[in-house]
């Protein structure tokens, strides 16, 4: 008999120290969910900050096309001194920029003719054409797409007298510009020379009766673009927040422009993703150019 209220009063304790455990954990619970929360309403905040950043570079980096198309827009001739004058203004601020171009169809018969202008520019030059052996001259051809003007000549060179009517990504480029009335990019490729991941923004010159007359572009260094994007809004300076960004929709290693940091999310133990919500991560796809491009951050 002496025992009962021994047990009962030994049953009453565990229940509330059960119980006080139960609040404390839910207690918590709460204010840590609640704390990661704040955290990841700050995450999403500088994440959104990175996305503008990027998503302006880019439309400023499509503007300058625009702009420089206004030359052409009456469909009147510009000469090469008035090309290189406006563009290099251009390439002072935008450093991101490889090279100004205007590219001209060339009908078959008018071919003599443009070499012969080419040469006064650079002596020997004539249209070439890009092979597996690099480039050779082009090909007799009903019609050529060549570039005439380059700014900067150096170290772009190569480009000048170049024909790029067989170049499919910079055709379909050109297409969908013509239909849009937009500058449109085209595919990555490499710079030969430094070995940088780039693309081509283009935009039509159309003539007074609506006929393609040629196009203008503009060589983007695609990495140069986000770091300087990122650089002037003062995005670069966190250790902490790594931004990635892509040419396309999918997180591709072949289409990626720059990361600042691991482009592979970290493995979490199944515990801490329990009490602590990975909020730290956040993919958005932006439309410009024509085409979409993958921001990570």
Not at 130 to 159: C, D, F, Q, S, W
Not at 169 to 196: H, W
Not at 199 to 223: H, I, Q, S, Y
Request: charged share 20%.
């Amino acid at each position: 008999m002496p025992r009962r209220p021994i047990r009962s009063l030994t049953l009453a304790a565990a229940l509330t120290l059960g119980g006080g455990l139960a609040a404390s954990l839910g207690l918590f619970m709460g204010v840590s969910h609640l704390e990661y929360d704040n955290m990841a309403l700050a995450f999403a905040q500088r994440a959104d900050e990175r996305v503008a950043a990027v998503r302006q570079g880019m439309d400023g980096a499509i503007e300058v096309l625009a702009v420089t198309n206004q030359l052409f827009s009456n469909g009147e001739p510009v000469s090469r001194e008035r090309f290189a004058d406006f563009t290099s203004r251009l390439l002072e601020r935008h450093r991101f920029i490889q090279a100004f171009h205007y590219h001209r169809v060339v009908p078959a018969h008018e071919r003599a003719a443009v070499e012969a202008e080419l040469q006064r520019v650079r002596p020997g030059a004539v249209l070439t054409e890009k092979t597996p052996n690099g480039l050779a001259p082009a090909p007799a051809r009903a019609r050529y797409h060549v570039i005439e003007y380059v700014e900067p000549m150096l170290g772009n060179e190569g480009a000048f007298g170049l024909d790029l009517g067989r170049d499919a990504s910079l055709m379909s480029a050109l297409d969908e510009a013509k239909n849009s009335g937009q500058p449109t990019a085209t595919s990555l490729f490499t710079l030969v020379r430094t070995g940088a991941t780039a693309f081509d923004l283009v935009m039509p010159v159309l003539g007074k009766r609506g006929e393609l007359l040629g196009n203008t572009a503009a060589v983007v260094r695609g990495k140069e673009l986000v770091h300087q994007s990122l650089l002037e809004a003062g995005l670069l300076d966190r250790a902490d927040i790594f931004v990635s960004v892509y040419a396309g929709e999918r997180a591709d290693p072949a289409a990626l422009l720059m990361s600042t940091g691991p482009t592979a999310p970290r493995a979490r133990p199944a515990l801490i993703g329990w009490l602590r919500p990975d909020h730290g991560a956040r993919a958005t796809v932006l439309q410009a150019g024509g085409r979409p491009w993958r921001v990570e951050v």
